[in-house]
T-cell receptor, first 110, second 115 residues
Framework: GDSVTQMEGPVTLSEEAFLTINCTYT??????LFWYVQYPGEGLQLLLK?????DKGSNKGFEATYRKETTSFHLEKGSVQVSDSAVYFC?????????FGKGTMLLVSP | SAVISQKPSRDICQRGTSLTIQCQVD?????MFWYRQQPGQSLTLIAT?????????ESGFVIDKFPISRPNLTFSTLTVSNMSPEDSSIYLC????????????FGPGTRLTVL
């Protein structure tokens, strides 16, 4: 079946550092790929998505590129802020079914 | 996208009781889903709420424990029945809109604590 693997956290960074959170997936066919973010005490927000190979999703300074050859969708941001502290979930959608990774907590200190 | 609200936002309940969670969307949506997020964990799909018919449950979830209603295209309820402390979780509804059913938008969640 479909699965998503993302790096374990927490990821601890200083403000303005470069962020990478790795995500790889296993799926048949051509799923859509997503990053969701969950701020403390809140629900999930869609951060970005990509629907086909080589698509780049971007939002709020975050980017991720759909790499079919490596089955990856790594999340990057050039300069993180304290307000980016949250849990980040990588997910794929296949036939309207979402499969989530386990989530990666990001902690950004001033 | 869609604006989704859930009620209640949080509750503390006694074991053996039931709680009904409401999910309201500001526009008609194609699909509605219910998820559980146990403390420190990822999301697990409970069921797909089908308008006007019985929900479609995932393995490990049953209608007697988690009855779901969806009377129209903008509203759904999830009941957590005969609760035990193991039911303490965040319960989230999500929706997918016509023309973009691969993308789900989530409500703010209901934080349930069972004593």
């Amino acid at each position: 079946g479909d699965s998503v693997t993302q790096m374990e956290g927490p990821v601890t960074l200083s403000e303005e550092a470069f962020l990478t959170i790795n995500c790889t997936y296993t799926a048949t066919g051509y799923p859509s790929l997503f990053w969701y973010v969950q701020y403390p005490g809140e629900g999930l927000q869609l951060l970005l998505k990509a629907t086909k190979a080589d698509d780049k999703g971007s939002n709020k300074g975050f980017e991720a590129t759909y790499r079919k050859e490596t089955t990856s969708f790594h999340l990057e941001k050039g300069s993180v802020q304290v307000s980016d502290s949250a849990v980040y979930f990588c997910a794929l959608s296949h036939d309207s079914t979402l499969t989530f990774g386990k989530g990666t907590m990001l902690l950004v200190s001033p | 996208s869609a604006v989704i609200s859930q009620k209640p936002s949080r509750d503390i309940c006694q074991r053996g009781t039931s709680l009904t969670i409401q999910c309201q969307v500001d526009s008609q949506v194609t699909m509605m889903f219910w998820y559980r997020q146990q403390p420190g964990q990822s999301l697990t799909l409970i069921a797909t709420a089908n308008q006007g018919s019985e929900a479609t449950y995932e393995s490990g979830f049953v209608i007697d424990k988690f009855p779901i209603s969806r009377p129209n295209l903008t509203f759904s309820t999830l009941t957590v029945s005969n609760m035990s402390p193991e039911d303490s979780s965040i319960y989230l509804c999500s929706v997918a809109v016509s023309g973009s059913t691969d993308t789900q938008y989530f409500g703010p969640g209901t934080r349930l604590t069972v004593l």
